[in-house]
């Protein structure tokens, strides 16, 4: 029994593991109650402007029955500092979707999401019994990268550089959501989310 509980209380190893437990506590505890516990302090989610999730989030009353979610592919840096999943989700009234998140290790060796992105989709995302998880060239050079945000577009990358990510919100509010791992010569896409103005 105390070994289970140890195991209960740490942190996930994995951003996989991080993504299963973060949607099974929206299952369990409340959508936005998770998602609170989940995020960084600096987190942002689009709805569809750019919101700091913390903020967003901090009053928010939980929905009575929960968004569902599951990852299907993850991508992780070399030196384990980040890593960005996407996968299928389903609303309670039968709606589809994707989302990518962008996840960043911890100090205590958890994981913590930064960014938060989605859309709906017309036909649901297979539910894999294990993710396709996929890392970088750990070799070559890495081309060193200059972040510059601004209030509608953020970007970063690991501590490494092998896995970065970008987003950009446009004035109508369309906005795209990208990351790219080093493949050992160059940068290579694994995410391109983009999303359309709101109707």
Not at 106 to 133: F, H, M, N, T, Y
Request: with cysteine.
């Amino acid at each position: 029994m105390l070994l289970a509980l140890l195991i209960a209380a740490a942190p996930a190893t994995t951003a996989v593991d991080a993504e299963r437990a973060f949607a099974a506590a929206a299952l369990k505890d409340g959508q936005w109650t998770a998602f609170r516990r989940y995020a960084a302090e600096d987190a942002v989610m689009f709805v569809p402007q750019v919101v700091k999730a913390q903020q967003f989030l901090k009053d928010r009353k939980d929905p009575p029955k929960a968004i569902s979610w599951w990852p299907t592919e993850s991508y992780i840096s070399c030196d384990g500092s980040l890593a960005v999943n996407t996968g299928g989700w389903q609303r309670p009234d039968g709606a589809v979707g994707y989302f990518s998140t962008m996840w960043q290790r911890q100090a205590d060796g958890g994981w913590k999401w930064i960014v938060d992105s989605g859309d709906e989709l017309k036909i649901a995302r297979d539910r894999p019994i294990k993710p396709k998880v996929v890392r970088p060239k750990c070799t070559g050079r890495v081309v060193p990268m200059i972040v510059g945000p601004d209030d509608n577009s953020d970007a970063g990358h690991s501590k490494d550089e092998t896995l970065l990510w970008n987003w950009v919100v446009k004035p109508d509010l369309s906005r795209r959501f990208t990351a790219e791992i080093w493949d050992g010569r160059e940068y290579r896409p694994v995410i391109d989310d983009a999303i359309a103005a709101p109707k």
